[in-house]
């Protein structure tokens, strides 16, 4: 599994609140991503992280934030939760000696919006 | 605009058959396609992955093929088991991006 671990692993919240994902690695890679997993649309990159403090947008990253204010966290908040991003929330990992290589996925997150 | 088509979106074989998943890419300056398999309730499995410079790569029963003048790129599983029912992700990255798209899945069923 790469040492990720994803937390919580399931959420049930409410339209309008915030919500907040964390996904935690041990190994020091310098690339993180947060996808969200869809029916009919494979996976999706919400944002990327390329190092502490360092972020990018995805093709889906309207409604969501991310901040990396360490090498081993990077969190994702949904800033007014909607029924939209009631999904299931992807972390990766880049572990290669190349700037993107070699990605593993965490465990998960199932997020329901009501 | 979905930049790794893949198809079928579903496939059933029986045990010992070669399932071929096909994926297709427009970006000429993708230069890395990898293969996931991801089982119910987990996350994606890195399977097997491919560069432009062959044309074929195996590991285990399975195989990448890969046809760069057509931007076209296959996975088969040889003699399939019914453990390799799962869904298959292919996926593209490379150029100026950091960032790996993927195509919307296939569903594989291996009947004993």
């Known amino acids: 599994d790469a040492g990720i671990t994803q937390s919580p692993r399931h959420k049930v919240t409410e339209t309008g609140t915030p919500v907040t994902l964390r996904c935690h690695q041990t190994e020091n890679h310098r690339y993180m991503y947060w996808y969200r997993q869809d029916p009919g649309h494979g996976l999706r990159l919400i944002h990327y992280?390329?190092?502490?403090?360092?972020?990018d947008k995805g093709e889906v990253s309207d409604g969501y934030s991310v901040s990396r204010s360490k090498t081993e966290d990077f969190l994702l908040t949904l800033e007014s939760a909607t029924s939209s991003q009631t999904s299931v929330y992807f972390c990766?990992?880049?572990?290669?000696?190349?700037?993107?290589?070699?990605?593993?996925f965490g465990p998960g997150t199932r997020l329901t919006v009501t | 605009q979905q930049q790794v088509k893949q198809s079928p979106q579903s496939l059933i074989v029986q045990k010992g058959g070669i399932p071929i998943i096909n994926c297709a890419y427009e970006n000429t300056a993708f230069d890395y396609f990898p293969w996931y398999q991801q089982f119910p309730g987990k996350g994606p499995a890195l399977l097997i992955a491919?560069?432009?410079?062959?044309s074929e790569k195996k590991e285990g029963r399975f195989t990448i093929s890969f046809n760069k003048s057509a931007k076209q790129f296959s996975l088969h599983i040889m003699d399939s088991q019914p453990g390799d029912s799962a869904t298959y992700f292919c996926a593209a990255s490379g150029g100026t991006g950091n960032q790996f798209y993927f195509g919307t899945g296939t569903s594989l069923t291996v009947i004993p």
């Open positions: 992280s390329y190092g502490v403090k360092d972020t």
């Open positions: 491919i560069r432009p410079d062959v």
């Open positions: 990766a990992i880049s572990a290669g000696q190349r700037t993107i290589y070699e990605q593993y």
